[in-house]
């Protein structure tokens, strides 16, 4: 059933990036041109999010990314991922690492579809054994530009696998802050 939703969801991705609807302005296609004056420095990009909770429940997340943009409307990119969660008053903690890839096309100037599969490595059955858990999340998102290659994102994004120790509870709101090279 998994997997039914899934495909169900990806196709409704690719062909929501493909639609453009009548009347819309939507952005001009790359020119080869426009792509061969970009230099290195200029397709690269950094950012990425950071969270804190504190209280009963400490909750600490640092995910640093590096985003390369092959032309105007599509990006790749990749994202490190570090998580610290403790209980208080118990002696118990435990530290997640992790990685991602990810994709973003750009529907119009500012919306963006986005797709990641992210894998995270920590504690989380009770056998006290460290193992890895799949993420596969699929969304849209706004993208915010301030001006001096800076710009503020905020993401919507759903996590198709949904496995039973995953920390994560659909729908997820990112918000991470982009900063040109």
């Known amino acids: 059933m998994h997997w039914v939703r899934f495909i169900g ?9 493909h639609a ?3 009347g819309l ?4 296609e790359d020119s080869t041109e426009t792509r061969s004056k970009l230099n290195l420095q200029d397709r690269l990009f950094t950012g990425g999010n950071l969270g804190a909770q504190f209280g009963y429940y400490t909750f600490v997340n640092v995910s640093p990314m590096l985003g390369y943009k092959v032309s105007d409307r599509y990006i790749v990119g990749i ?4 998580q610290y969660f403790s209980i208080r008053n118990t002696d118990w903690d435990s530290h997640v690492l992790g990685g991602s890839v990810f994709n973003r096309f750009f529907v119009f100037e500012n919306l963006f579809a986005h797709a990641e599969y992210e894998v995270l490595n920590g504690f989380w059955d ?3 054994r ?5 993420h596969f999340f699929v969304g849209g998102g706004y993208l915010y530009r301030m001006g001096g290659g800076t710009s503020l994102s ?11 120790y995953s920390p994560y509870i659909n729908p997820i709101i990112r918000v991470g802050f982009n900063v040109g090279l």
């Open 9 to 17: 969801l990806l196709a409704l991705l690719v062909s929501a990036t």
């Open 20 to 22: 453009y609807p009548q």
């Open 25 to 28: 302005e939507v952005m001009e």
């Open 79 to 82: 994202r490190g991922t570090y």
């Open 126 to 128: 009770p056998s006290g």
């Open 130 to 134: 460290r193992s890895n858990i799949p």
């Open 154 to 164: 905020v993401m919507a994004l759903y996590e198709l696998i949904q496995r039973t």
